[in-house]
């Protein structure tokens, strides 16, 4: 079964730190680009980062530049989106996702469930 799941997600200060984790089975993700994406009650989801499958390309939403930082173990079929100094305006479920360019307005062809971050003190 092709999947993509998320983890690291949780409930944070403002200022804290997190690590989100977003790992692939059934497939490599040697060939694929990932992008984060966040979705806030009520909000649309929109794109946070991505990083092209080599690792050599990043991108960034400008909320969250100088914050986020985006990288890829493509060894352990993993990839990564270091989030510090969190504000409360990054509370959403975050998403990974997986297309073979890296872009925040495409469709992407596989998804994960997603996971809660709650940025709160």
């Known amino acids: 079964q092709l999947q993509l799941v998320e983890s690291g997600g949780g409930l944070v200060q403002p200022g804290g730190s997190l690590r989100l984790s977003c790992a692939a089975s059934?497939?490599?993700?040697?060939?694929?680009?990932i992008g984060w994406f966040r979705q806030a009650p009520g909000k649309e989801r929109e794109g946070v980062s991505c990083i092209s499958s080599s690792g050599g390309s990043t991108n960034y939403a400008d909320s969250v530049k100088g914050r986020f930082t985006i990288s890829r173990d493509n060894a352990k079929n993993t990839v990564y989106l270091q989030m510090n100094s969190l504000k409360p305006e990054d509370t959403a479920v975050y998403y990974c996702?997986?297309?073979?360019?890296?872009?925040?307005?495409?469709?992407?062809?596989?998804w994960g469930r997603g996971t809660q971050v709650t940025v709160s003190s």
């Open positions: 996702a997986a297309r073979r360019l890296c872009g925040f307005h495409q469709a992407y062809d596989y």
């Open positions: 059934g497939f490599s993700l040697d060939d694929y680009a």
